[in-house]
T-cell receptor, first 113, second 114 residues
Framework: EAQVTQNPRYLITVTGKKLTVTCSQNMNHEYMSWYRQDPGLGLRQIYYSMNVEVTDKGDVPEGYKVSRKEKRNFPLILESPSPNQTSLYFC????????????FGPGTRLTVT | GENVEQHPSTLSVQEGDSAVIKCTYSDSASNYFPWYKQELGKGPQLIIDIRSNVGEKKDQRIAVTLNKTAKHFSLHITETQPEDSAVYFCAASKGGGSNYKLTFGKGTLLTVNP
């Protein structure tokens, strides 16, 4: 089954404790992206990757890091989480640029206390 | 950068009625306009999309219209059913280039009452 998977689905952590949210897709997609979803703000792009070893900032990259060492994986790293990073996070993938369907993962709900 | 405005933020209809959600965009270079449906506890899923060389597209009970001159596009759902209840997001993209980036509206919570 073609899908985007994220782990963990739920995470409660404390301020300053480094964490990684994993994202994996099995569709051989070149493009991958991370979004955060907050009430009243919709979905905002954090980072994206056009291909292996190619990453760039989206609209709200502060406090986040990413890496793309393999085509299928695109982890999101919070080196020192803060309460304002409490949010619902989605990973998405797409075949390539040019406009087309982005496939979203099921989401990771992160709470930072 | 691109800015997408979406209205209304909430919409309640009776089963069988039609629902219309409207979006405007700011960047005239945007050429791809998808609509996503997000059910409770799930990620958004594409339901229909339209490109700038097309004025209207229909898929069963769902249709999208695009007015490039006015820079607005709309989602139309006819004969609504309770399973249409969800949050709907419009988005805009230039497609291609250095970032295939979707700029999303803030979403519309659609409730279809049986």
């Amino acid at each position: 089954e073609a899908q985007v998977t994220q782990n963990p689905r739920y995470l409660i952590t404390v301020t300053g404790k480094k964490l990684t949210v994993t994202c994996s897709q099995n569709m051989n997609h070149e493009y991958m992206s991370w979004y955060r979803q907050d009430p009243g703000l919709g979905l905002r792009q954090i980072y994206y990757s056009m291909n292996v070893e190619v990453t760039d900032k989206g609209d709200v990259p502060e406090g986040y890091k990413v890496s793309r060492k393999e085509k299928r994986n695109f982890p999101l790293i919070l080196e020192s989480p803060s309460p304002n990073q409490t949010s619902l996070y989605f990973c998405a993938s797409s075949i390539a640029g040019g406009g087309g369907e982005q496939y979203f993962g099921p989401g990771t709900r992160l709470t930072v206390t | 950068g691109e800015n997408v405005e979406q209205h209304p933020s909430t919409l309640s209809v009776q089963e069988g009625d039609s629902a219309v959600i409207k979006c405007t965009y700011s960047d005239s270079a945007s050429n791809y306009f998808p609509w996503y449906k997000q059910e409770l506890g799930k990620g958004p899923q594409l339901i229909i999309d339209i490109r700038s060389n097309v004025g209207e597209k229909k898929d069963q009970r769902i249709a999208v219209t695009l007015n490039k001159t006015a820079k607005h596009f709309s989602l139309h759902i006819t004969e609504t059913q309770p399973e249409d209840s969800a949050v709907y997001f419009c988005a805009a993209s230039k497609g291609g280039g250095s970032n295939y980036k979707l700029t999303f509206g803030k979403g519309t919570l659609l409730t279809v009452n049986p």
